[in-house]
């Protein structure tokens, strides 16, 4: 794995941030993209970058406009030749019943948690084509595999991101490219801690109750999953040992969808 080149998209946050630092560990350089304070995500650059002892790159593109995804593989492509490892990560929630779900609200998480690896990926494919050999690894959920009330638009795209998963690991079935979806149960990101704050608020506990009776509600060990052991798993897809791993929809849930 050392020196290829990975970008993880929405790695400035959270389990993209985790992934991004177990591959820099296994000698990989970076691509980080997402949204923050730019003095921040310098910091994480510069910190990721001095760490590990690769090259680490920042690229501030929104995932929300295929014009900006197209641009960023171009300008990745062109500098680089290939993305070796892909990691389509960015995505974001909206919790809300089916009558009352804001449409601007669906269209933006299916934008960018199903189109926005779509695209990705679409423009990722010929360079990696050539090389014959990359990584393709969707982060979809637990909620790729099961549903759960009020998220709809969450529930739909994840589950949609685990069918491209299948067909582009099929149509690349002959080739060094492999495509997987990894599913993470709850996970303790600033996306989770939103959920976890409105419960507090609704039900009148304490922010310390509300994350544990969010994360017993679904998941049987009652444990977060954390970013590090996602990106253990990403590094193992990556690696000469999951050549014929492909297609999957790879859970690490803490069993939540062995219910
Ligand atoms: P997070 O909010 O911590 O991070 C999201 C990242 O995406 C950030 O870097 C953010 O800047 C970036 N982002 C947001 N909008 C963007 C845009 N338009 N363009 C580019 N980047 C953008 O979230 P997280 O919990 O780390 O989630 C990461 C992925 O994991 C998501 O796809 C999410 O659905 C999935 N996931 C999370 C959990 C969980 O429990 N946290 C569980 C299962 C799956």
């Not at 050539?130 to 909620?143: K, L, P, V």
């Not at 790729?144 to 998963?165: D, F, P, Q, R």
């Not at 996306?191 to 009148?204: E, M, P, S, T």
Request: glycine content about 10%.
């Amino acid at each position: 794995m050392k020196g290829k080149l990975a970008l993880v998209t929405g790695s400035t946050s959270g389990i993209g941030l985790g992934i991004a630092e177990v591959l820099a560990q296994r000698g990989v350089n970076i691509v980080l993209n997402g949204f923050g304070d730019p003095a921040e995500i310098e910091r994480l650059r510069a910190g990721l970058a001095s760490r590990h002892g690769v090259e680490v790159e920042y690229e501030n593109a929104d995932l929300m406009k295929t014009d900006e995804i197209e641009a960023l593989i171009g300008r990745i492509v062109e500098r680089h030749g290939a993305i070796d490892i892909l990691v389509n990560n960015a995505g974001i929630q909206h919790v809300a019943r089916v009558e009352n779900f804001p449409v601007d609200r669906w269209d933006a998480v299916i934008a960018l948690n199903l189109s926005a690896a779509f695209h990705a990926t679409r423009c990722a494919l010929p360079a990696m084509q050539q090389r014959n050999w990359g990584r393709i690894i969707n982060i979809a959920s637990a909620h790729g595999l099961v549903a759960s009330v009020e998220k709809s638009a969450y529930v739909a795209a994840k589950h949609g991101i685990i069918g491209l998963t299948k067909v582009v690991a099929l149509e690349n079935a002959k080739t060094g490219i492999t495509c997987n979806a990894i599913c993470p149960g709850w996970v303790l990101t600033p996306l989770v801690q939103k959920q976890i704050d409105a419960r507090a608020a609704a039900d009148g506990i304490s922010t310390e109750q509300a994350k544990l009776d969010l994360v017993s509600e679904k998941q049987p060990s009652q444990e977060f999953v954390t970013p590090e052991q996602l990106g253990e798993l990403a590094a193992f897809l990556c690696s000469p040992a999951a050549d014929q791993v492909r297609g999957v929809a790879w859970a690490m849930d803490g069993g939540w969808t062995a219910q």
